[in-house]
């Protein structure tokens, strides 16, 4: 994807309400994330691919900070998203609920890492079947969950007691009391 196009998509993210910034390199997101977590003493995040592998974790893990692991009450949050349209709109898909609900009310900022494959051209259907048959998939596998998708790396809308696919969310704007920042890194990071 070229710069060009995320650029766009942060115009969009803006038009929305979002704080933005793009990043060429995870090494640039790694800056842009420490620094926003500066002037705050408890950082959470949302369990994410995204964060392991572009380094944001680690390098929040050993900025001496006060570590809350995926809690509601950390000051900033960090996390990913499962897919973002072009023009802004965030879906995000959980089991449980703690990383959504996290990211909607509670911290006084939250902070998105995005890398460019999560992001789709066209509407927040595709953003769902993106999050269904990319995102899902490989997080079942990830956390050794019986259902069907594991083998079939499709999403087959199951019945399993397994499933992780139970709450969806989808973004129009950031929450009015959650100033919200999306970094988009010209990078595949993640699924
Ligand atoms: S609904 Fe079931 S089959 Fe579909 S992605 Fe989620 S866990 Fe997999």
């Known amino acids: 994807m070229s710069r060009e196009r ?13 704080d933005t910034a793009v990043a060429a390199t995870s090494a640039e997101a790694k800056a842009e994330s420490l620094a926003e977590a500066e002037s705050f003493s408890t950082i959470g995040w949302g369990g994410s691919e995204t964060l392991k592998e572009s ?48 990211s909607i009310y509670g911290p006084k900022r939250v902070v998105y890492v995005v890398g460019r494959n999560k992001i789709v051209s066209g509407g927040v259907m595709e953003a769902m079947r993106r999050a269904r048959n ?39 704007r950031p929450p009015t009391r959650t100033p919200t920042k999306v970094i988009l890194v010209d990078e595949d990071l993640g699924y």
């Open 55 to 102: 380094g944001v974790r680690a390098a929040l893990e050993s900025c001496g900070k006060e570590i809350l692991d995926h809690r509601t009450d950390s000051e900033i949050f960090f996390l990913s998203a499962n897919a973002m349209t072009e023009d802004g709109i965030i879906v995000n898909i959980d089991g449980t609920g703690n990383r959504v609900a996290a």
């Open 6 to 18: 995320l650029e766009r998509v942060a115009a969009a993210l803006r038009r929305r309400g979002y």
């Open 134 to 172: 990319f995102a899902s998939p490989p997080n079942c596998r990830r956390l050794g969950r019986a259902t069907p998708c594991v083998e079939t790396k499709l999403c087959a809308d199951c019945d399993s007691p397994d499933r992780i696919c139970k709450v969806t969310v989808v973004f129009d």
